[in-house]
C-alpha cells in the first residue's frame, strides 16, 4: 500500500510552468501572522472547494501532519460546504442588484457557522477563503468585515487569501499537466 501524498510530492507533479506556484506553495504556509491551524485550516477549506482530488490528499495529509485537530477539519468542511451554497445564492443577489431580492430572505440553514467547532474569527478565515475564490464580492465584504470585528488583522485576511490563491494556482497547475499528457 502507498502512503498518501503530500505536499512535497505533490509539487513533483507540477509541469515547469507551474515553477513560481510551485515556490509559492513552498512559502505561503509558513507564515507569521496566521496560527498553524489557521494555516492548515484555510488550506484544508481551499483544498475542499477547489476539489481536485490529489490536492486535497497532499493538504490533509500535511495538515493531519502539522496536527490540525479534527475540529478545525469539520470547521474546514463545513465553511467550504456552506459558502459553496452562500457564494453562488449572495453573488446571484448582488449581480442582480434588485431590490426585491435582497428583501427575501435567504431561508438557508447555516447553523455552524454560528457555532463553528474552532473560534468564529478562525471560521470567518476558513470561509473568506472561499468567498475569495468563487469571487463573491458580498461574501468577501462580509467575512473580511467578521474577521476584523472579531479581532484579527487585515494581515489575517491576507494570509488568507494568499493561500487560497495559491492552492488555486496549484489545481491549475496539476490540471495543465494531465491535459498536456
Not at 3 to 23: G, H
Not at 63 to 70: D, N, Q, S, T, Y
Not at 89 to 103: D, I, M, N
Request: one cysteine or more.
Amino acid at each position: 500500500m502507498s502512503s498518501p501524498m503530500n505536499l512535497e510530492a505533490l509539487k513533483e507533479l507540477l509541469p515547469a510552468p507551474a515553477r513560481d506556484v510551485k515556490l509559492n506553495l513552498g512559502s505561503v504556509l509558513t507564515n507569521e501572522t496566521l496560527s498553524s491551524e489557521q494555516t492548515w485550516g484555510v488550506a484544508l477549506t481551499s483544498a475542499f472547494y477547489i476539489g481536485h482530488p490529489a490536492l486535497l490528499e497532499a493538504v490533509l495529509t500535511d495538515a493531519r501532519a502539522a496536527g490540525l485537530r479534527a475540529e478545525a477539519i469539520e470547521d474546514a468542511q463545513a465553511a467550504a460546504t456552506l459558502m459553496g451554497m452562500n457564494t453562488v445564492y449572495y453573488r446571484f443577489r448582488h449581480l442582480v442588484g434588485k431590490e426585491t431580492y435582497s428583501q427575501r430572505p435567504a431561508r438557508l440553514r447555516m447553523q455552524w457557522m454560528a457555532s463553528p467547532r474552532t473560534d468564529k474569527p478562525t471560521f470567518e478565515l476558513f470561509s473568506m477563503a472561499v468567498a475569495v475564490l468563487a469571487g463573491c464580492e458580498m461574501c468577501i465584504k462580509t467575512h473580511e468585515a467578521s474577521i476584523l470585528k472579531g479581532g484579527l488583522s487585515e494581515e489575517h485576511v491576507h494570509e488568507s487569501v494568499r493561500i487560497a490563491s495559491v492552492l488555486n494556482g496549484v489545481a491549475v497547475g496539476l490540471r495543465t499537466t494531465v491535459a498536456s499528457s
